[in-house]
T-cell receptor, first 112, second 114 residues
Framework: EDKVVQSPLSLVVHEGDTVTLNCSYEVTNFRSLLWYKQEKKAPTFLFMLTSSGIEKKSGRLSSILDKKELFSILNITATQTGDSAVYLCAVGSMEYGNKLVFGAGTILRVKS | DGGITQSPKYLFRKEGQNVTLSCEQNLNHDAMYWYRQDPGQGLRLIYYSQIVNDFQKGDIAEGYSVSREKKESFPLTVTSAQKNPTAFYLC?????????????FGSGTRLTVV
């Protein structure tokens, strides 16, 4: 059975801290791994990763994929209160067309 | 602007009633999905449709039904057979062609059984 496991489940940090969120997966015929940020309602797209070892960056956020060890990390540097959200990891498989399997999410709270 | 519209935003249902959640997209996406989100459990797939007039059960389809008569629309009915329907429901769509870009999500419907 395909599964995506995120850790930690929740995290509280202070503004300015750096955080690392983890996502491990087991899926048949891996296609891609995606990170989303969910603040109140609709998740918003952050990154899509398909190749190992290539870091994707957007401002203070970055992510990298290790297809050998079957995991990805999402880093957030110099955290701000606006980074408080649920961060979702999802994996797509060639077996299922465009269907994604989601992890439970990491709840991040940044205190001022 | 292209996007996905879910309605209503909040919905209250009495036990034993069927309710229908609306999902409309104008992105010309072929595929549409319904997910349920409960605290601490992430998103779980209810139903998905890769093309008009075709849909497949997801991991938790019991107590739910869908239709896909038009490309733009993928309504979800929560039936009385669903024993614990209180949850946040998210609709999503994706392009089935070309480079795979993940999902576009609607803003969700929060369903509460009273």
């Amino acid at each position: 059975e395909d599964k995506v496991v995120q850790s930690p489940l929740s995290l509280v940090v202070h503004e300015g801290d750096t955080v690392t969120l983890n996502c491990s997966y087991e899926v048949t015929n891996f296609r891609s791994l995606l990170w989303y940020k969910q603040e109140k309602k609709a998740p918003t797209f952050l990154f899509m990763l398909t190749s190992s070892g290539i870091e994707k960056k957007s401002g203070r956020l970055s992510s990298i994929l290790d297809k050998k060890e079957l995991f990805s990390i999402l880093n957030i540097t110099a955290t701000q209160t606006g980074d408080s959200a649920v961060y979702l990891c999802a994996v797509g498989s060639m077996e299922y067309g465009n269907k994604l399997v989601f992890g439970a999410g990491t709840i991040l709270r940044v205190k001022s | 602007d292209g996007g996905i519209t879910q309605s209503p935003k909040y919905l209250f249902r009495k036990e034993g009633q069927n309710v229908t959640l609306s999902c409309e997209q104008n992105l010309n996406h072929d595929a549409m999905y319904w997910y349920r989100q409960d605290p601490g459990q992430g998103l779980r797939l209810i139903y998905y449709s890769q093309i008009v007039n075709d849909f497949q059960k997801g991991d938790i389809a019991e107590g739910y039904s869908v239709s896909r008569e038009k490309k733009e629309s993928f309504p979800l009915t929560v039936t009385s057979a669903q024993k614990n329907p209180t949850a946040f429901y998210l609709c999503a769509s994706s392009s089935g062609q070309g480079y795979y870009r993940g999902y576009t999500f609607g803003s969700g419907t929060r369903l509460t059984v009273v």
